[in-house]
């Protein structure tokens, strides 16, 4: 039997909750810009109202595939790691339409390859079939008392730097951090990395100011979001720590 899971009118008044506060710190990042990337953050604004307008209208257009692919995601009689894969093949259909228009398309920027990359523990073992790769448990998800370690464990936290890669990132060793690479993951990549999207005109918003952290206006994904929430998995952790040695 399953566990219960919340309501979207529970979810989405979590989300509402954490936008008012998500938007504060927003406004507050943005009030301190340099001069060149406040108005490139401005700029950037005003663009993304027409690009997301378009990513609307292709997805009326293509409405028919994703409620089909919604309603597998929420079909109660599926197990978990089906409704999440369906779910992954939601999201990548979100990608394929809405990639295009973003800034994402270009192959020369890897910035959110070195940020957080939250799964759940089922996506984990989704894309451990996928590659071949059991994930390991994260330090945080370790019972006491439980003779078990992870290298994980020695990761000291990210910070606001590009010292933590993605284990899946492929870097280019003659660019510097958050330019060019690959992932070597790609087609299997989580969710997160496919809804991940800036709708600013260039990735200038996306390169890393060691003394600033810079907006970013981006792809609403709360869709995906709501309904991963919906099938009832909360078992979290970073990318880093599921797979701290990648593909090894």
């Not at 690009?51 to 197990?79: F, I, M």
């Not at 990359?117 to 073992?125: D, L």
């Amino acid at each position: 039997m399953q566990e219960p899971v919340l309501t979207i009118a529970q979810i989405e008044k979590i989300f509402a909750a954490n936008r008012e506060q998500s938007d504060a710190k927003v406004a507050q990042s943005a009030s301190i810009l340099p001069e060149a990337l406040r108005k490139a953050y401005e700029q950037a604004l005003a663009y993304a109202p027409g690009q997301v307008e378009k990513v609307r209208q292709r997805l009326a257009e293509d409405r028919s595939t994703l409620s089909v692919l919604v309603k597998a995601t929420q079909d109660e009689n599926l197990p978990r790691e089906t409704r999440m894969a369906w779910l992954r093949e939601l999201t990548e259909r979100l990608n394929q339409i809405a990639q295009p228009l973003s800034a994402c398309m270009t192959s020369h920027c890897s910035h959110c390859c070195y940020t957080p990359v939250t799964i759940t523990r089922v996506e984990a073992e989704l894309i451990g079939k996928a590659i071949g790769v059991a994930p390991e448990t994260p330090p945080s998800q370790v019972s006491p008392g439980r003779n078990e370690t992870s290298a994980a464990s020695t990761r000291p936290d990210m910070g606001h730097s590009y010292a933590w890669p993605c284990p899946f990132l492929a870097a280019e060793p003659s660019l510097p951090p958050g330019k060019g690479g690959k992932c070597a993951i790609y087609a299997h990549r989580p969710m997160v990395c496919r809804s991940c999207l800036s709708m600013a005109p260039s990735d200038k918003l996306c390169e890393l100011q060691p003394d600033h952290l810079v907006p970013i206006p981006l792809f609403d994904a709360r869709v995906p979001h709501l309904l991963a929430a919906q099938i009832g998995e909360m078992d979290v952790a970073d990318i880093r720590d599921f797979f701290p040695k990648g593909l090894s």
